[in-house]
Structure formats: C-alpha cells, structure tokens
Nanobody, 127 residues
Framework: QLQLAESGGGLVQPGGSLTLSCAAS???????IAWFRQAPGKEREGLACISSSSSDSRTYYVDSVKGRFTISRDNAKNTVYLQMNSLTPEDTAVYYC???????????????????WGQGTQVTASS
C-alpha cells in the first residue's frame, strides 16, 4: 500500500519560489502522483500529475500553473517534487500529493481519481 508524506511548505514572499516534496513508501515507481491544493473556504484543486516511471512519466498541468510549476520524480529517492515559481498570495493553500496506479487519467485533476493521500503541507505567499 502506498503511503505519502509532504514536506517543504512554509512562508515565502510574493514572487518567490518553493519546492515541495512528496516522500513515498510502497513502490513509488508503479504509481502516478499528483499535486493538489486547498485554500480556506475553497474546494481541493488539482494542479499537476506525473505518470508512473513504469509507464512514460508523462506530465500534465492545469492552465493556472502551467509555466510556473514543475512536477518531477526521483524514484531512487522515492520522492516526487513540485517546483513552484513566481508565487502570489493566491497560491496560499495546503498542498497535498496523491497517488493512483500507473497513469494520470484524463481526470487527473479530480480528487476521486486517487486512492492514496498525504496529510498536506502549508504554503503561504505573503509579504
């Protein structure tokens, strides 16, 4: 069974960068991993997904983060990363990683596509 744990959140100034980590146990290379975020009073929002390395490790991004966020994986370290650049106060949220077997589906930004979730890490972009 896949277990996920996020880290790397914190306080960053607007315009700054931050890299989040999603550490996995239980066979990361078999799973597609996605990043979501949830701001206070809002629904959980899907951001990006990377397919398993046992498939093609293809990446997908929603339009709101395309060009600013980069998802990547290092199977040797059992970790998936989310590099975030040009952060704004609107990026303030709790960020979660989630996993599902093999592929990012066409509904990769929907919470119900994923079976496994981490506990989240807080990101705050503020001066």
């Amino acid at each position: 069974q896949l277990q996920l744990a996020e880290s790397g959140g914190g306080l960053v100034q607007p315009g700054g960068s931050l890299t989040l980590s999603c550490a996995a146990s239980g066979g990361l290379d078999y799973y597609a991993i996605a990043w979501f975020r949830q701001a206070p009073g809002k629904e959980r929002e899907g951001l990006a997904c990377i397919s398993s390395s046992s498939s093609d490790s293809r990446t997908y991004y929603v339009d709101s983060v395309k060009g600013r966020f980069t998802i990547s994986r290092d199977n040797a370290k059992n970790t998936v990363y989310l590099q975030m650049n040009s952060l704004t106060p609107e990026d303030t949220a709790v960020y979660y990683c989630a996993g599902t077997p093999v592929f990012c589906t066409s509904k990769y930004n929907e919470t119900w596509s994923y079976d496994y979730w981490g506990q989240g890490t807080q990101v705050t972009a503020s001066s």
